[in-house]
């Protein structure tokens, strides 16, 4: 059975999903929403809370002189599907 699912987006407030909206192809919007819903739903129970004291430990180590080492980007494996670079690639970020 098909449902379909409204909503509006603010154009100021929204103008990155508006922008990354606009850059899809028409045909091909309800399946990069639906993938991008279904990675967001996939964090599991990590909280803006959970974030936050990780980063304020991350900045409590560096203030005390811990060395972190920085990974070279390109060196690291990406697992991306090609539909969903491409779509990333034209936000332009």
Known sequence: MRITVSFSLNSDR???LVS???GLPERER???IRKTLRVGLGMGNIT???LYRAIQGLGQRLQSGVIIPVVNQDDMPVE???DIAAS???LGL
């Open 88 to 90: 990333l690639d034209k």
């Open 20 to 22: 990354w909206l606009n």
């Open 80 to 82: 991306e599907p090609a």
């Open 14 to 16: 929204d103008s990155d």
């Open 30 to 32: 309800s399946l990069a």
């Open 48 to 50: 803006h809370a959970d």
